[in-house]
C-alpha cells in the first residue's frame, strides 16, 4: 500500500468510494448517525476494489457501523448472508444475533483473505459469530477460531469465560463455550482455578442453568457437578433463589453418577432444594440395597437375610427421620419468619398509639389553655361590669364604720360593688366607710331610670367625702 501510495492511488480509492456513495442508487448516504468501517479494513475493500475492478455493492450497517462490502467476497463464505443478500443493497444486522461491530470488522477481514488477530477475549465473540452466520464452507472462520480456542483454554479459562457472559445464551446454545470451559479446566486441575468460579457466581440464573445442563451429558462423574451447583447457590450475585428455580438447577445433577460420599453430603445439605434431596435419599437407599444385596451373595442365606433385613430397617429410619427434621426445620423457619412480622406489626401499633395519645394530650393542654383563658376573661367582665354606690351616712351615726380595708376619719360612703354571676344576675357586695356626714345603706341596681340618681349620688358622695368647694369641682 506505501507503495501504491506514492503514486498518489490511494486518493483515487477514497474518490472513487465517494462517488459510488453518493451517485450509487441501490446504496444510499451514509446517516449522519453511522460510522464508516475501521480504516485497516477500509484499506483491505479499497485494494479489492482495485485489483478486481469492481465497486462495493452492499452496504451492512451494524451497531451504528456501515460497512461497504463486496458480495462475492462474503456470501460464498456464509450461509446466512447468502440468504439475506440476495437482490439486497442494503442491510442491518440487528438482534437477535448477538454480534458486535468490532466482530463483524474481524468476520469481514477474514472473507476478504486477510489474517485476523484472535485473543482470548475475541475468540468466544468470533466462534459465536461464525456459528451464527453459518461460516463452516471450505476454509471457513469457525475452524480457525476453534483451533485458536483448544490451545488457549487451558491457559486462560477465566478471561474467555469473562468474555463468555454478554454472549449468552449464543455462546452456550451454538458452541458450548462456557461449559467447555469449565470442562477443560476440570481435567486440568481438580480445584478449577478460583477465578472460573469467580465467573460463574456472576452468571445469570437462566445462564447458569444452560452451562449445568450441558455439562451434563459431558460429565462421567457429577462430584464436580455438584460442588459447582452448591457453590451457585450459595454464593450467587443474585441473592436467594426461589425453592423452583433451584429445583430447575439441581435437575441437571444425575444423583447415580455421585460419589457414596457426596450422596451422603446430598442429603445433609440445607442448601439443596428438598425434592433433590428426596432423590439423593432415594438413590442412596437404592445404593446400598444393591450393595446389601451383593453381600449377601457371598454369605449364608440365613445370615445375610437377617442383615438385609436389619439395613433396609435403618434406611427406612433414616428416611422417615429426615423427613421429620426438614419438616421441623421448615416448620420453625415459618414460625420465625411470623413472629418477626407480628412484632414489626406491634411495634408499628405501639407508635401509632404513642402518636395518638401524644394528640390526645395536646388536645387537652389547648383545652385547658382555653378554660384559663375563658376564666380570666370572664373576671375582667366582672370587673368591668361592677357598680358602686355611695350614700349619705346618718349624722346620728358618726361613728366611723369600718370598710374591708380601711377609713376614712371624718366622712364615709357605702360601696355596693355589684357584678354578674355566671347567670347574668347582679349581685352585689358592699364596703362601708362611715363618718360623721352621713349613714350607709344597700343600694339597689338600678334600671336606666335610676342611672342618673345613682351618678348625681356618686358625684355628691364623692364632694361630701372628700370637702371639695362647688368652685372646684366646677
Known amino acids: 500500500m506505501k507503495g501504491w501510495n506514492q503514486f498518489g492511488v490511494i486518493e483515487t480509492i477514497y474518490e472513487e468510494e465517494r462517488e459510488f456513495s453518493s451517485s450509487s442508487s441501490p446504496s444510499p448516504s451514509l446517516s449522519p448517525s453511522f460510522s464508516s468501517s475501521p480504516p485497516s479494513l477500509h484499506s483491505t475493500v479499497n485494494a479489492w476494489t482495485i485489483d478486481s475492478g469492481c465497486e462495493t455493492d452492499v452496504l451492512i450497517r451494524v451497531e451504528g457501523t456501515c460497512f461497504r462490502l463486496h458480495k462475492d467476497r462474503i456470501i460464498p463464505r456464509s450461509l446466512y448472508l447468502k440468504r439475506h443478500l440476495s437482490g439486497v443493497f442494503d442491510f442491518t444486522l440487528s438482534p437477535p444475533l448477538n454480534i458486535t461491530a468490532e466482530t463483524f470488522n474481524l468476520v469481514a477481514e477474514f472473507c476478504y ?3 485476523i488477530q484472535l485473543s482470548p477475549i475475541n475468540v468466544a465473540a468470533v466462534i459465536t459469530a461464525s456459528e451464527l452466520l453459518g461460516m463452516r464452507e471450505g476454509e471457513n ?3 480457525v477460531a476453534e483451533s485458536y480456542f483448544e490451545r488457549i483454554v487451558c491457559i486462560d479459562a477465566s478471561t474467555i469465560m469473562r468474555s463468555c457472559l454478554a454472549l449468552f445464551p449464543d455462546a452456550e446454545t451454538t458452541a458450548s463455550l462456557a461449559s467447555r470451559c469449565i470442562e477443560a479446566l476440570i481435567w486440568e486441575n481438580d480445584n478449577v482455578d478460583d477465578s472460573v468460579l469467580d465467573v460463574v457466581v456472576e452468571m445469570q440464573p437462566r445462564d447458569f442453568q444452560m452451562v449445568v445442563y450441558s455439562l451434563n451429558g459431558r460429565l462421567r462423574n457429577h462430584d464436580f457437578l455438584y460442588n459447582l451447583v452448591h457453590l451457585y447457590l450459595k454464593e450467587n450475585k443474585y441473592g436467594k433463589l426461589a425453592e423452583e428455580q433451584k429445583t430447575e438447577i439441581c435437575n441437571s445433577i444425575d444423583c447415580t453418577k455421585l460419589s457414596p460420599r457426596t450422596l451422603v453430603d446430598c442429603v445433609q445439605n440445607p442448601i439443596m432444594p428438598l425434592r433433590f434431596i428426596v432423590r439423593a435419599i432415594l438413590v442412596e437407599h437404592l445404593t446400598t440395597r444393591r450393595t446389601i444385596t451383593e453381600a449377601a451373595a457371598t454369605t449364608t442365606t440365613t445370615t445375610s437375610a437377617g442383615n ?9 429410619t433414616s428416611l422417615r427421620e429426615f423427613l421429620q427434621r426438614d419438616s421441623a426445620r421448615r416448620q420453625t423457619a415459618q414460625l420465625k419468619e411470623a413472629m418477626n412480622s407480628t412484632f414489626s406489626r406491634i411495634q408499628t401499633l405501639e407508635k401509632e398509639l404513642s402518636g395518638m395519645k401524644k394528640i390526645l394530650q395536646d388536645h387537652e393542654a389547648e383545652e385547658e389553655k382555653e378554660k384559663a383563658k375563658e376564666r380570666r376573661d370572664s373576671v375582667l367582665n ?4 361592677a357598680s358602686f354606690h355611695f350614700v349619705p351616712i346618718d349624722n346620728e351615726n358618726s361613728k366611723i364604720q369600718r370598710g374591708g380595708r380601711g377609713s376614712v376619719s371624718s366622712s364615709g360612703f357605702v360601696l355596693d360593688n355589684m357584678i354578674t354571676n355566671k347567670n347574668n344576675e347582679m349581685v352585689k357586695y358592699k364596703y ?3 363618718s360623721s356626714q352621713g349613714s350607709c345603706h344597700d343600694g339597689n341596681v338600678g334600671t336606666p331610670k335610676n342611672t342618673t340618681s345613682f351618678r348625681h349620688r356618686f358625684i355628691t358622695g364623692l364632694k361630701n367625702t372628700f370637702k371639695i368647694s362647688s368652685t372646684a369641682s366646677n
Not at 308 to 316: C, S
Open 113 to 115: 483473505g486477510r489474517k
Open 432 to 434: 362601708n366607710v362611715s
Open 382 to 385: 366582672s370587673e368591668r361590669s
Open 308 to 316: 438385609v433385613q436389619q439395613q433396609l430397617e435403618v434406611q427406612r
Open 141 to 143: 472462520l469457525r475452524e
